[in-house]
């Protein structure tokens, strides 16, 4: 989180800037984990931080805090100039209460998060998994606006998901979506209800970015469609069978 100041236009400031230059610092960072604990990409081959090689805080201004907790971030209204969010609202419980305290403590900022293509996306992290297996949401940004959809279980299932092969069309920014944002912007979860409905909702989404071929989709309900009458036929006459064993 960043504040700005602009230099006296009478003589340099104390820092040596130009009359009228516009000074900015790094006034907070909230992280769930300790100070000690920076630096996480380095640990697998990457660098440290998405920010360069130069720390623009301290440890001082490092605030450990559960971010989804009841309690507000620990600044005014409109305090920082400067929100950034990078990468985080996709991983946390409760990105609408993240949500509300970035509007409430910040004037303006940028959001970044996986696309949804991605995040619908087969084999990226696992041959078995969707998009990233911590990971728990969907996510679409549109005009000032953010939409949260939980990533439901059976988004693992192929024909919930793009294929593999959909990844060569996420190099670039494919993989990413951004929201900058002044004064402020929406956000909500989509709540859908019941199995048919989140099916549909996968489904649709599938079908408009990278559509499954027909042959395959029927294919797969003509197998479904076995699998349930095999268990209806296992369970008539599994009834049977316990109803025998009473006599």
Known sequence: ????????SHGPSIDGS???????????????EPYET????????????????KEWFSAETWIRLDICGRDRFPFPD???????CSHTLEDVRDPIAVCEEIVRVGKRGYIEVPSRSFESTHGIEQSRVTGLSHHRWLIEIGERRIDFYPKYGMIHDWRYSLPPSYRK??????????????????????????????EAELA?????TCPHPAWKLALDDKRRRGLHLARRVREVFGSFGGAGSKD
């Open 78 to 84: 409109k305090h920082f100039d400067f929100v950034i």
């Open 169 to 198: 069309r996420l190099l670039g920014d494919g993989a990413v979506q951004w929201l900058w944002w002044e004064e402020e912007f929406q956000f909500r979860e989509i709540v859908l209800h019941g199995i048919d409905e989140v």
């Open 1 to 8: 989180m960043v504040r700005t100041k602009t230099s006296d």
């Open 38 to 53: 920076r630096g996480f990409y380095r640990t697998f081959g990457r660098q440290a931080s998405q920010g360069g090689q």
């Open 18 to 32: 130009a009359p009228g230059a516009m000074r900015v610092w790094i006034t907070g960072v909230i992280d769930a």
């Open 204 to 208: 649709r989404y599938v079908r408009e």
